[in-house]
C-alpha cells in the first residue's frame, strides 16, 4: 500500500478540515470563509413510524453565492472569494458542514407532548477531486482507492466518539437527486442511534449472511460487472429499475476490513458501475450512493455492500416516488431485476 498522508488544518471556527493524500501537505492556507453560526439540529420522535426526524432549520439559510463561476468546492485559487478549501491545490478534503444536520451542541428544544432529542453526531463534505468537473466515473483508480481510504479513516475516527452510533458515507449525484454544487463530494453523516434500514439489516444478518447465501444467484443472473473480491450486481428484490449492489465476495463487516487488494477491486468496482451508468443514459447519470457497513468495526455478522439507487423509472422517465411507496411503503416496479441486469451489464462489465 502506498504512503497516505493525513493533514489536519485548524479553521478560523476552530474546526479541522482534513486533507488525505498520496503527497505530503504542507501549503501555507490562503484566506479562509468567514466564520457562520453553528447549526443547532435536533431531533422529534414519528411516533407512527417509529423513527427520528432531524430538524436544522438554519439549513434553509445556506449560502447564495456569488456568482455562477464561484464554486465554494473549488480550491481557492484565482477566484476572487475564499472558498471551503482556503488551499491552491488538495487531493481529497473532508471538512464538517457548515449547516449540519447532526452536530454536537448542548441546546434541546423542548415540546410539549412530543419526544425531542439534541441532533448528536455530526455531518462532514468529503470533496473527491480538486478538479470541478472530475467524477467518479473520470476518476483514477489511485484517487478512487484514496477515496476508500478516507472512508475508512472516517469510520475508524467517527466510530471512537462516544454518542455516534453509526457512520453512513453517501453521494447524492444530480440535479434530479437535490445537487445544488457540482464540484464531485459526497458526504459522512454519523448519528447517534442505528438508522432503521440499518436496523432491520443487521437484525437479518444477526440470523443468517442472506447476501453470502444468494452469491450464486448473483453471479449467475444479476451480476452488471465482476472481479476477484466483488459482484456488483442488480438486487433480486430491487426497488428502482436500475438499483446496483457493489457486494465484497467475502463477507467482511465494513471497508476497514478490506486488504490492499480488495480495496482496488472496490475502487475499481465503484468506477465501472458510476461509469457504465453514464454510458447507459448517455449523460451523467442521476443517483443516491450509499455504504451499508456494520455499526461497529468488530462485528462479525454483517455483510458490507454499497447500494446505488438512480431515481429512474426507465432510461427517459424519472421514478417518483408516489402514492403507494410514500404512503404505504411498498414499491411498485415495471421492469423484473433480471432484465435490468441483462441490459446494465452491457455497459459496466
Ligand atoms: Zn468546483
Redesign the pocket.
Known sequence: MKKIYKRSFVRNDKKNILLFGYKKHTEQAEKELAISADSKPHMRWHPFRNEWITYSPGRKNRTAFPSKKY????PSKKIQYPTEIPFKKFEIAVFPNRWASFNFHKKNFKLKKIRTKISKGSSEVIIYSDK?NETIADMSIERLELLVYTWIDRYRELLKVKDIKYVMPFENRGKECGVT???PHGQIYAYPFIPPVIQNEEKIFNKKNYLGEIMQELDKKYWVYKNDDMIAAVPPFARYSYEVWIIPRKKVAGPWNFNDKQIKSYARSLKKVVKGYDLFLGKKCPYIMGLHAAPQLNNNKFHFHTEFYPPLRSKNRPKILAGSESMAGTFVMDVVPEDSARILRKFMR
Do not use: I, N, S, V
Open positions: 464554486c465554494p468546492l473549488c470541478h454544487l457540482h464540484h
